[in-house]
């Protein structure tokens, strides 16, 4: 169509043209010009029309197009309305579908959790369980050996029991042969007495001529002297304790009467207090009996009373009461003289002589040690003050050390003695029937202040073991620290107004248990054989 509309603009330029007359031209020229340009006019309307022909057919096509198109995006729009409706319909039900496998994913995603929560569970209950076995094997294991151990000691137990039935049947049997030894004693004494025979040179190895002060003299105290004597039958060595009731001076005669039977009281009281008293921390109290000796005997002179308990002591002496006197000349008549005897346990040595040796050898005192002898001083004390008994004289001197009952008399040599301290001498005793006044009515005041007097005697011992070393009383030296720890502990801070031993023994173990000691308060001191005084060390010596 633009190539029709050009030619027909140039048909008509050339016929404006051709209608003048150019010049220098004909008119039969322009004629055939105007001709010819007819003629393309003609031609170029021909194909103008025929291309605006063309123009519509195309025209029609393109509307008949258009109309098809828009036909065809109509159905697509609907289409499309009706795929996006399923779409949509789709997406919610997919929506649906997501919601309903998120709630499922969430339900086991919690049985997943809980899944695993239980088998956390049973895995710390399978280790549990592991462990309760490994536990269980290890108790069966341990069950195993304390059922061996079990046996073991069932086994040595009854291996004890066997050692301990024999022990017991022997020391039975020594108990009866004692008991026999004693009683054969008794008898003999008796008809001794009963003869008017003298019962001292006839049961034992020596007469009372035959004594040697400087060799069978254990020692000289304030109410007798103490000799070794060993019996004729057994060869057993005791301990012979000589009393002589003290004669009264130049007083009237009843006057005089009436001391010299208070003296003699007084030893029968003690015979009695003994007789009595059976425990391992007094001294073993065998036998005793009465008889007439001449008065002119120089052994048998009573001794006087010492002035103090402070004196040192002699050496060998391990007498009932040790503490040496100053003698002095004794009256003595020819007529006789009434002798009370005492036959008792022979200990090795007193408190204060194994003070002096300790110090002498150089030996460290420990302060276990200490409080073992002071626990068996307190239950001895304890047992007399039980049975209203005060014993009256208590010091160093009457403090003796004497064998365990569960050890040989006569140990291997070189072997230390396990010896206890003991007391000894209650001839300073006061009993709830010597307590009576003239009236006849107890004096339960006079008798707790004879109790009182023990302790404040057995506080004085506590001091002096617990002193340091001096001139005066060169006793064993224990640290100054361990010295306070124990008379800190035994008696506190204040005075007890009413002192009691089983109250310094409760004491005693608290500190026991404080320093954590291993060793028990009541086992026996071990004693060297070669601290012991020549008097007696051959007996205790002997194989």
Same mark, same amino acid.
């Given at each position: ?164 039935? +024999? ?38 190895? *020596? ?130 003289? *009434? ?78 003695? +396990? ?64 010295? *306070? ?28 248990? +404080? ?29």
């Amino acid at each position: 169509a633009p190539l029709a509309v050009t030619r027909i603009e140039q048909g008509a330029g050339l016929s404006q043209h051709t209608g003048s007359h150019p010049p220098g031209g004909t008119s039969t020229e322009h004629t055939q010009l105007s001709r010819e340009a007819v003629a393309s006019n003609h031609a170029v309307l021909k194909e103008v029309l025929a291309a605006v022909a063309r123009m519509e057919r195309g025209s029609r096509e393109r509307d008949e197009l258009i109309i098809e198109l828009t036909t065809e995006k109509n159905k697509l729009s609907q289409r499309l309305v009706e795929k996006d409706a399923d779409i949509a319909k789709l997406m919610k039900d997919h929506e649906q579908q997501y919601q309903s496998l998120h709630t499922k994913v969430q339900k086991l995603e919690a049985e997943i959790q809980r899944i695993s929560e239980e088998e956390d569970r049973l895995r710390r209950r399978l280790t549990e369980k592991d462990e309760t076995i490994e536990t269980l094997e290890e108790t069966a294991r341990r069950k195993d050996e304390l059922v061996q151990e079990l046996e073991e000691t069932v086994r040595r137990k009854d291996e004890l029991l066997q050692d301990l039935e +024999k022990k017991l049947r022997a020391e039975k049997l020594a108990a009866s042969e004692k008991d026999e030894e004693m009683q054969d004693l008794k008898e003999q004494v008796k008809k001794l007495l009963a003869n008017g025979e003298p019962v001292f040179g006839t049961i034992f190895r *020596k007469s009372l001529a035959d004594v040697i002060p400087g060799n069978d003299l254990l020692g000289r105290g304030n109410y007798g002297t103490v000799y070794k004597a060993e019996l004729k039958t057994t060869q057993t060595v005791y301990a012979v304790k000589v009393i002589v009731p003290r004669k009264a001076g130049n007083i009237q005669e009843e006057m005089k009467a009436s001391e010299e039977r208070k003296a003699e009281m007084k030893v029968l009281d003690e015979m009695k207090a003994l007789e009595e008293l059976n425990s391992d921390y007094i001294v073993a109290y065998n036998l005793s009996w009465s008889e007439g000796v001449p008065g002119d005997n120089p052994l048998f002179s009573a001794p006087k009373s010492p002035s103090t308990h402070d004196s040192k002591i002699e050496e060998g002496s391990v007498s009932v009461s040790d503490q040496p006197t100053t003698t002095a000349t004794q009256e003595r008549s020819s007529s006789p003289r *009434k002798v009370y005897f005492m036959v008792m346990e022979l200990c090795p040595m007193s408190l204060a002589h194994w003070c002096e040796k300790t110090r002498e050898s150089g030996r460290q005192v420990t302060m276990l040690v200490i409080m073992r002898l002071l626990h068996h001083v307190l239950k001895g004390l304890d047992f007399i003050h039980n049975r209203k008994i005060n014993h009256g004289d208590i010091h160093l001197w009457n403090i003796l050390l004497g064998c365990d009952d569960g050890q040989d008399k006569r140990p291997p040599p070189g072997h230390p003695l +396990k010896c206890r301290a003991k007391l000894c001498d209650f001839g300073g005793l006061s009993s709830a029937c010597a307590a009576e006044d003239a009236s006849g009515q107890n004096t339960t005041a006079r008798q707790q202040e004879s109790l009182k007097k023990d302790m404040e005697a057995f506080r004085a011992v506590v001091e002096t073991l617990c002193r340091e070393e001096c001139e005066e009383l060169p006793l064993p030296v224990l640290k100054s620290a361990d010295a *306070k720890k124990i008379k800190e502990a035994v008696f506190g801070e204040r005075l007890d107004k009413e002192p009691k031993a089983s109250t310094y023994m409760t004491r005693l173990e608290e500190l026991r248990n +404080k320093e954590e000691l291993d060793l028990g308060l009541q086992t026996p001191v071990e004693i060297p054989v070669e601290m012991l005084p020549p008097t007696v060390k051959s007996i205790f010596s002997k194989q």
